[in-house]
């Protein structure tokens, strides 16, 4: 299976119409110098699955000290590899971390799940799971029937369930095109969702 680089994932996400948000590729120390993205994430766009484990991803940037100082780290990071990659630079979203996912179960076809994202969505355990093609109200029985759901309109906070039910659904609408997809995490926010990596393995690369 050939994954994706997060720029390559963005932009076939984009081509599709996929909303996701602004991003750039930073080069040099010198394009840092006149950066406002504060606080910001730094990533790396590489052969790497597994941005966290391999300590491709720096987060709770906010200051040009650490910003510099996790630029340095990256660029460690792809010496030590011997890999080729781009750094990226992505302003910070707070939210609820969702995850949504289109796989390819060789007993029943393609699968879409959904559930809580970020770095514990193994342990946590909570996600549900729908063959594809599904509908909308099929979309909005997964989305809701997940434990972290509940945060959706807690503590006097009401998040943007109607995008995210909306971002489902076309995920869904390119499905065709994918033999398997990784959205994690996806920030939830008062105001929208927010696609913040993308993993994406398509069907056919011809």
Not at 180 to 184: A, C, P, R, V, Y
Not at 186 to 198: N, Q, R, W
């Given at each position: ?82 890999i ?70 807690a ?24 033999l ?5 995490p ?13 993993r ?7």
């Open positions: 299976m050939a994954w994706l680089n997060f720029l390559d994932s963005m932009e076939f996400l984009k081509s599709n119409e996929i909303e996701v948000p602004d991003y750039q590729v930073i080069r040099s120390r010198k394009e840092l110098e006149a950066q406002k993205w504060l606080p910001c994430v730094l990533k790396l766009s590489s052969g790497l699955l597994h941005k966290t484990e391999e300590h491709a991803v720096i987060t709770d940037i906010y200051s040009k000290e650490e910003l510099f100082s996790a630029y340095d780290k990256l660029r460690s990071v792809l010496e030590k590899q011997g080729k990659g781009e750094i990226v630079l992505q302003r910070q979203i707070k939210g609820i971390e969702l995850i949504i996912g289109v796989s390819s179960d060789q007993q029943f076809g393609k699968v879409i799940l959904f559930g809580q994202g970020g770095i514990y969505t193994e342990i946590l355990d909570d996600t549900s799971i729908r063959l594809l093609p599904v509908t909308k109200k099929d979309i909005e029985e997964m989305v809701f029937s997940t434990k972290v759901s509940k945060l959706f309109s503590r006097g906070k009401t998040y943007d369930t109607k995008k995210l039910v909306a971002l489902v659904e076309d995920v869904s609408r390119v499905s065709k095109k994918l398997e997809l990784d959205l994690n996806v920030i939830l926010t008062e105001d929208g969702v927010y696609i913040v990596d993308a994406v393995n398509l069907e056919d690369r011809k």
